[in-house]
Structure formats: structure tokens, C-alpha cells
């Protein structure tokens, strides 16, 4: 999605959750992430139904299709700690652009929480705020 198009889907109106605290995890846990190749590094804060937050960070590889996002590895963490269902999460990145989540990584979403909010975050501080749903319209389902 080009960031003209992301730009018609920016919620002025804050979500209803703890938008702060989810934010400061997921750049807290974008410190720790592994990316010597793209030395782009990206962390996740993903808020569980329960109230909780689990956090991911990005795993670059060599072989780059083995590469982990942070998105996918916070869904992870939560999953292993027996959540299923989940509120919002925020992306945070080390650049100064807004870097919406992959195609893989929206799937994966999709398959715990339709309704998901996000909170895409630069480093500059550009927030913006959108949906699983107006990211990806229509996923994959059996």
C-alpha cells in the first residue's frame, strides 16, 4: 500500500486502549531486533484480549526468506503463552517512514483478531492509526 493510500485510512480519533504504553514496548523491543542486512529495525507490542502485552522484534537471515517479522514473532511469544485473541497492536521502526506490516505478517494477524487495531509508528513520531480490516480488506480463510 502506497503511503497515499495509507493516508486516506489515518484515524484522527485515538483508539480506547493504553495507546502510550503500547507504543513505548514495541520501540523498547526494537532495540533488541537483528537487521544487518536492511538496518531497518522494526519492534511489535501486540494487546491481548486479557489485557496483556507481548512484544516481537525482527530477525533478519542471510537466506532473507528465512527472515522473521516483528509482527509475526509477537504473535508468537503470545501465542506460547496461551493467548488467542487480541485488541491492537503498534509497529514501531527505525526509520523516519510509516512501514505498514507485510502481507504474511497481515495473515497471520488475521487468523487471531479480524478486528485489530494498529498503531504504525516512525521514528520521527509520525503515528498513524488504522485496521487489520482496511489493511487487508478480505484474507484468506478456510
Do not use: W
Not at 495507546?19 to 526494537?30: G, R, V
Not at 495473515?107 to 494498529?118: A, D, M, P
Amino acid at each position: 500500500m502506497d503511503s497515499k493510500n495509507l493516508k486516506n485510512q489515518i484515524r484522527t480519533d485515538r483508539f480506547d486502549f493504553d495507546e502510550e504504553a503500547l507504543i513505548k514496548a514495541a520501540k523498547k523491543i526494537m532495540k533488541e531486533a537483528y537487521a544487518p542486512y536492511s538496518k531497518v529495525k522494526v519492534g511489535a507490542a501486540i494487546l491481548s484480549s486479557k489485557g496483556k502485552i507481548h512484544v516481537g522484534c525482527n530477525i533478519e537471515n542471510a537466506s532473507y526468506g528465512l527472515t522473521v517479522c516483528a509482527e509475526r514473532v509477537a504473535v508468537g511469544c503470545a501465542v506460547s503463552h496461551g493467548e488467542r485473541e487480541f485488541k491492537a497492536i503498534a509497529i514501531a521502526n527505525s526509520t523516519d517512514k510509516i512501514i505498514t506490516p507485510c502481507g504474511a505478517c497481515r495473515q497471520v494477524l488475521s487468523e487471531f483478531s479480524k478486528g485489530l487495531k494498529i498503531l504504525l509508528v516512525s521514528a520521527g513520531g509520525e503515528i498513524v492509526r488504522t485496521t487489520l480490516a482496511q489493511l487487508l480488506p478480505d484474507p484468506f480463510s478456510l
